[in-house]
């Protein structure tokens, strides 16, 4: 079945350091990747998406490609505030109304 | 504004009551979703639905039930069977037509058991 694989956390930064959080995944078929935000408290938010191999989803400075050889949609952001501190997802959906298949979060701190 | 709106935030429950989580979408959403969180675990999928009076059963759907008499409404009910109910939950829902399945999700409802 599906699956994705994220890096653990948490992950403590410093105020402009650069980030990335890995994320590989096993479907079948060509599926699309995600990545989602959340905040304190809140529920999930759409950061980008790619739904072809080569694409590149990008948001808010963060950005990611869809890596097709090598199974992989890593999160990387060139210069990182305190406001994004919050736990990112690595999701991926195979199509019609398969079920989406999240990773177990990855969580962000960046201190000032 | 459209989006999903999610009831009560915060919820105690004592062990042996059922309870219910509402869930409201102004979306035109055909799908909806309930998701329960735990910390480390990610996301499990307890109950989807496709379409009105349809729903199947996630990764998790012991103790749990939901119904889908409209298309706006997934409402969660949290039976007395479920063992470890405390939990934080989210329902997400996501438009039939598109296939890339983007999910939009409430703000969540936490849950404890006393």
């Known amino acids: 079945g599906d699956s994705v694989t994220q890096m653990e956390g948490p992950v403590t930064l410093s105020e402009e350091a650069f980030l990335t959080i890995n994320c590989t995944y096993t479907?079948?078929?060509?599926?699309?990747l995600f990545w989602y935000v959340q905040y304190p408290g809140e529920g999930l938010q759409l950061l980008l998406k790619?739904?072809?191999?080569?694409d590149k989803g990008s948001n808010k400075g963060f950005e990611a490609t869809y890596r097709k050889e090598t199974t992989s949609f890593h999160l990387e952001k060139g210069s990182v505030q305190v406001s994004d501190s919050a736990v990112y997802f690595c999701a991926l959906h195979s199509g019609g109304y398969q079920k989406v298949t999240f990773g177990t979060g990855t969580k962000l701190q960046v201190i000032p | 504004d459209g989006g999903i709106t999610q009831s009560p935030k915060y919820l105690f429950r004592k062990e042996g009551q059922n309870v219910t989580l509402s869930c409201e979408q102004n979306l035109n959403h055909d799908a909806m979703y309930w998701y329960r969180q735990d910390p480390g675990q990610g996301l499990r999928l307890i109950y989807y639905s496709q379409i009105v009076n349809d729903f199947q059963k996630g990764d998790i759907a012991e103790g749990y039930s939901v119904s889908r008499e409209k298309k706006e409404s997934f409402p969660l009910t949290v039976t007395s069977a479920q063992k470890n109910p405390t939990a934080f939950y989210l329902c997400?829902?996501?438009?039939?037509?598109?296939?890339?399945?983007?999910?939009?999700f409430g703000e969540g409802s936490r849950l404890t058991v006393l």
């Open positions: 790619a739904t072809k191999a080569d």
């Open positions: 479907a079948t078929g060509y599926p699309s």
């Open positions: 997400a829902s996501a438009s039939g037509s598109s296939d890339t399945g983007e999910l939009f």
